[in-house]
């Protein structure tokens, strides 16, 4: 029985984790950055869900707060993602393009992008931790349907979309994808836009579990997603959302054991032992010319 | 084959489709394109040959707007293109099957050609033209749902030939769709080639394999490192005991 709960808590933050996870992913495919900013998105998701939750009411319309709160963390933090490429990470592209520091310049920007954040959040919202309401008895089933449902949204918009199929044509090629016409700005903005209202999700189910919101909390979780994206492979969309899960179980498993501070050690030591083994991770690929 | 594209205006038949006039293209400080004039009337194909390095895939990359021009003038259906970007261009009916192909590899060879199909995004349009592809190309037909990158060598540059197809293009530049393909292969493939411009799509065709590119033109340009050394009807190239001796092996 503790196993199944354990198993049960462990999908449930897997699957929050690989919200997150999807957003490196995906900039990652169109860009081959990684968004450091990325965690800090999340953080801000986390403040904007608690302002309208409190704002509709909080525990007087649970549902409400709820759906509303996520709602408007997911519009809110779409903008925040497609001005954090607009303004920074764009013009930075632009300038390096084809230089040597093309590759270290936008991942500088990423951090000091996700800083910068962190203390704007500081100076809006003060470092205190802010306590969200318990708006459900037991949330965790809710986070693990929430975040199977994003996931099947996700996978609909990618195969099924022309804006999905553009963002997997850039991914994979970008000269051969602007010869098909996929406008890149564009494709790079909406991706940005999706990974950030992943992230707002998971950040409003994150709360709702664990409770608080403060401006160093995009850290923890951060960490734990990119290490789900990288296990299952950076890049790889159905990658993040198996890296998300794995890790999540992992975690609640050695927590069942005597080692239980030794969760993220040993989150670690996977990715190691994975990237060894697979160094393109579980799902990536390393592909060979055909001729 | 339908292939003319269904919006596009018509063009006058006389006049060239694409002309390109002393195109010059640098790389950092060094000249890889000095001066190159050509011209590609509608519904001609045209072959331009040319050793490795002679810069041909630049000459059909700065046409398309993936190299930035840094003299000269091309025109299309009579308009200045200089300076368009290159999803621009696709709109305005050029397409490139580029060099190595560069199809999708972990995308369906459906996928892969929805995305040729992205400028109109017109159902009706994708259907007729997939129906055109099947006919050209039937191993493709076969393979839909298979990831591109499972295909062999000949049967991607099908497919990113079909590819640009789906674009309903008015002008077609192939750089090398003979390279590295086994010779049967290359057969199938110009054969298409030849029903792609008996539709009426005009075709610029860039070859190191000078005998097939010769004797699947109407006229052909030979292009020396970064000039056209000559230029004149396919079937006097192949005459022409210079060519022969520099392109055909004697
Ligand atoms: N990206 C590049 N950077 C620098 N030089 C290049 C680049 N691409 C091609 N060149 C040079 O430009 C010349 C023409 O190349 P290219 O157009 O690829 O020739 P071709 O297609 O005829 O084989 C060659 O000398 C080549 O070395
Ligand atoms: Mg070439």
Redesign the pocket.
Known sequence: MKLIDALMTGLAQGGMIALVALGYTMVFGVLKMINFAHSEVFMMAAYVGLFVIAAVGGTAHPLLAAVGGTVVAMFACSLLGITIERIAYRPIRARTRGSKLARVTPLVTALAVSVLLQNLAQLLFTARYRPYPQLFQNTRPIIFVVAIAMMVFLELVVKKTWFGKAMRALSTNEEAARLMGVRTSRTIAMTFALGSSLAAVGAVLYCLDQSQAYPTMGFKIGTQAFVAAVLGGIGNIPGAMLGGLLIGIIGEMVKLTSYSGGVDVLVFVVLILVLLARPAGLLGTTRVEKV | MRVAHPVRPPVDANAALLEVTDLRVN??G?A??KGVSLHVGKGEIVAMI????????????SIVGLLPVAHGSITYAGKSIVGMAVEDLVEAGISLVP?GRAIFPTLTVLENLELGAYVHRDKKTMRETLEDIVQLFPRLGERMKQEAGTLSGGEQQMLAISRSLMARPSLLLL??PSLGIAPKLVQQIFVAIAQIAAAGVTILL?E?NTRVALRASHRAYV?R??EIAKSGPSVELAADPEIQAAYLGG
């Open positions: 790389y950092g060094i890889a394109l040319g050793a490795n390095g002679a810069g041909k895939t630049t000459t059909l990359k060099e750089d090398e860039v190191q292009l490192t970064g």
